[in-house]
């Protein structure tokens, strides 16, 4: 029987799943402060999206580090009332607002932000598409900055390649990621590889107590535990080949 891919189960359960996570994906507030190191001209007058944003850990992370103001957008409304209500509680709902909108149609003016922020969601649809057409909406001299799915090795072993490939289709090595934001008309600026703490202390440890929450919930649902049995696998392909894969920040600035 051939594996599931993430793409294949319900939206709502994985959102469901997910929204009570403090993270949505690998990644840590460290990470999203040095790669925040690297964007020039931050002012209180600069604007940032935040796409796919989830419920906000890096929203949040960017805010407390920058008087920027922020708008964060992503597809599902309750990680969107859970971001606002953190805002809220933090105040900074001055400078903070989630909103609901897909990342491939935008609702934004041309040219609007400074800096385009998106962690663990260009994937969604695809980098090279994301990179193009997240660009109309970034001034002149802007930034663009993501985290996405890479290679380490030019060859790896046949089971992790399938897996990744089942899910991101378009998944490369750093070389390649690189030359794609030089194509889509960035000025690559830095990038640097998650650390794998990102992956164990801050995703997969985070989602233990939730599976057994979810699955007692969800009892007898087979979706619900296929759902959770794809999320174990995950965390064990991790273990077993992380010197082949992992996410990647890329910073670039735009130049065309």
Excluded at 82 to 101: D, S, W
Excluded at 112 to 135: M, R
Excluded at 155 to 172: F, G, H, N, Q, T
Aim: a negative charge.
């Amino acid at each position: 029987m051939e594996e599931m891919t993430i793409h294949e189960f319900e939206f709502a359960l994985i959102n469901e799943f997910f929204t009570e996570l403090e993270r949505q994906g690998p990644g840590g507030p460290e990470e999203t402060i040095r790669a925040l190191s690297f964007v020039g001209n931050l002012s209180n007058k600069t604007k940032i999206a935040d796409l796919g944003c989830g419920t906000g850990a890096q929203t949040m992370v960017l805010a407390q580090n920058t008087e920027a103001t922020i708008t964060a957008l992503d597809l599902y409304a309750g990680s969107i009332d859970k971001l606002n209500a953190t805002a809220e509680k933090l105040g900074l709902q001055n400078r903070v607002k989630g909103i609901v909108g897909s990342m491939d149609d935008l609702p934004f003016r041309h040219e609007e932000f400074d800096l385009i922020w998106s962690e663990g969601a260009i994937a969604n649809i695809g980098f090279e598409k994301g990179l193009q057409h997240w660009k109309g909406f970034l001034k002149k001299d802007g930034y663009v900055a993501v985290t996405y799915e890479s290679w380490f090795t030019d060859e790896r072993p046949a089971e992790i390649e399938k897996w990744w490939l089942d899910a991101v289709p378009e998944m490369s090595t750093i070389a390649h990621n690189i030359s794609i934001m030089q194509k889509t008309g960035y000025i690559p600026v830095a990038a640097f590889t998650l650390p794998e703490h990102c992956w164990t202390d801050n995703y997969f440890a985070l989602q233990r107590a939730r599976q057994e929450e979810f699955l007692k919930t969800h009892a007898g649902n087979k979706t619900a535990e296929d759902l959770i049995a794809f999320m174990r696998r995950e965390a064990d392909l991790y273990s077993k080949y992380k010197q082949y894969y992992g996410y990647v920040f890329y910073i670039g600035k735009r130049y065309q």
